[in-house]
Each structure stands twice: as structure tokens, then as C-alpha cells.
């Protein structure tokens, strides 16, 4: 059973497809209330572990508890996860309200006055009442965060969040996960931009080939990077686009 201080906890997890290992006997604990950067190189099977852990499929061997509960237990975790994917699950002839809406109903928290002040947030209200379809990439990833926010879950889980966001959308997704945490929502950032999670996590897990290859803060893990430890290979991969970029 999870500690009640543990938000997620891993043992032995272990996905595979036919032989192919995606996720290799991971062993992880996020506190609660902490954002827990996932920092790996696309490949790495940060997506299988995120899909394990928000109950989308099942591992094949290892265990793993969110929020107190085991993920075997699909009906009490997914009331207490918010999930937002690299393609957020939208309806492309829903407006951005109708899409809210909808799923606020799915889930019994028709809260009205929230759904209006999210949209607010994100910039979204003034495009509100137009299909989902004729939104931009950076528009849909905002709608389907303020999906994932809108039953103000216990864990938040985001895949690659700022994808596809303009510099000034990126900035208030960040400031949105800030946000969350200091109201002890416990955020689980996965991402391949080193960047992203050196100015936001508390504590980051590196993913390499399927296996936890480092766990430590931020500063902790870029510093033995740069002292040319085993690290340097795995930022490498991760941050040869950003450097280039710099």
C-alpha cells in the first residue's frame, strides 16, 4: 500500500510489446504535491510509463499506486488524475465551451463559473464559441489542459505540455503548473526539453532505453551531466536540439 505522502509510487514496473521492452522494471515515488519532471529522449517509454500510470493500459509485470490507489483500480484513480496527452483527446465539431462542458458532465462537476475562468486563463474566451476544428495546435493543447484541470485533480498528468505553444502560451502553461503545486496538486511533467523541467520540477527522473538511469533535483543531475559521468550521453540526446537552438 502507497504511503499517504506518496502521490505515485512504482515497483518493478515493466511494460512490453510482443519483445520489445518499452518500460524496464521501474522503481519511482513522487511526493505529493511536488512536480516530478519524466526527462527522457522521445523513445525512451515515457509515454508507456505515463499510459500505465493514468490507467490507459495495464504494465505487464511491477505495480504502481496513484494517489493512493492502485492503478488495477481504474474507476478510483481516474477520479483523482487529470491527463493531458501530446494530442489532446478533442472533438474537432464541439466548440471550445461545448468540449468543457461535455466533459464537465461526464464527470459530475458541472461548475460553470470555473469552466468560464479557465478559459479566461488560457486566453480562450474570446474563442470560446468556435469548433474545436478550427483551432490552431497551441489553441487545442491550452483547451485540452483547462480539460485535464477542470475537476481539480489530485495528480496531474501532462505529456510533452507545451507542445506546439508560441513563447507566450508556453508561459502560462508553466505558470499554470506552478500554480497547481502550490495548491499541493501533485504535477508529473513529462517532457524531452531540459529546460522546461529545470525551471519547473522539484525532482527529475531520467528515462533512457526504458530504465530509470537517474533520479535527483534539477541542478543535481545537470551538474553531474556536465562533470562527464555516464549522464552526459543520456542529456546528449535529450538537449542536442535546445543547444542548437541556444
Do not use: C
Not at 476544428?133 to 485540452?144: D, F, I, N, V
Amino acid at each position: 500500500m502507497s504511503s499517504p505522502t506518496l502521490a505515485i509510487r512504482t515497483d518493478g514496473l515493466q511494460k512490453r510489446y510482443g519483445d520489445a521492452v518499452a518500460v524496464d522494471g521501474i522503481d519511482l515515488t513522487v511526493e505529493s504535491g511536488s512536480v516530478f519532471g519524466f526527462l527522457g529522449p522521445n523513445g525512451a517509454g515515457k509515454t508507456s510509463t505515463i499510459r500505465i500510470l493514468t490507467t490507459l493500459t495495464e504494465p505487464t509485470a511491477g505495480s504502481a499506486h496513484v494517489a493512493g490507489h492502485p492503478v488495477s483500480d481504474r474507476a478510483t484513480v481516474v477520479e483523482h488524475i487529470g491527463f493531458l496527452p501530446e494530442e489532446p483527446p478533442l472533438y474537432d465539431e464541439l466548440t471550445g465551451r461545448e468540449q468543457l462542458e461535455y466533459i464537465a458532465g461526464l464527470r459530475g462537476h458541472e461548475d460553470w463559473d470555473r469552466v468560464e475562468a479557465l478559459l479566461s486563463r488560457f486566453d480562450l474566451a474570446a474563442d470560446a464559441d468556435r469548433r474545436v476544428g478550427t483551432y490552431s495546435k497551441g489553441m487545442k493543447q491550452k483547451l485540452g489542459l483547462v480539460q485535464a484541470l477542470l475537476h481539480d485533480p489530485d495528480v496531474l498528468f501532462l505529456d510533452e505540455p507545451t507542445s506546439g505553444l508560441d513563447p507566450r502560451a508556453a508561459r502560462t502553461v508553466r505558470n499554470t503548473i506552478d500554480e497547481v503545486a502550490a495548491a499541493e496538486t501533485t504535477v508529473f511533467l513529462s517532457t524531452h526539453i531540459l529546460p522546461v523541467v529545470e525551471e519547473l520540477a522539484d525532482t527529475v527522473g531520467v528515462l533512457y532505453d526504458g530504465e530509470l538511469v537517474a533520479e535527483g533535483a534539477p541542478a543535481e543531475l545537470t551538474n553531474r551531466a556536465e562533470t562527464g559521468t555516464t549522464l552526459e550521453d543520456v542529456f546528449l540526446d535529450v538537449t542536442s536540439e535546445d543547444h542548437a537552438q541556444r
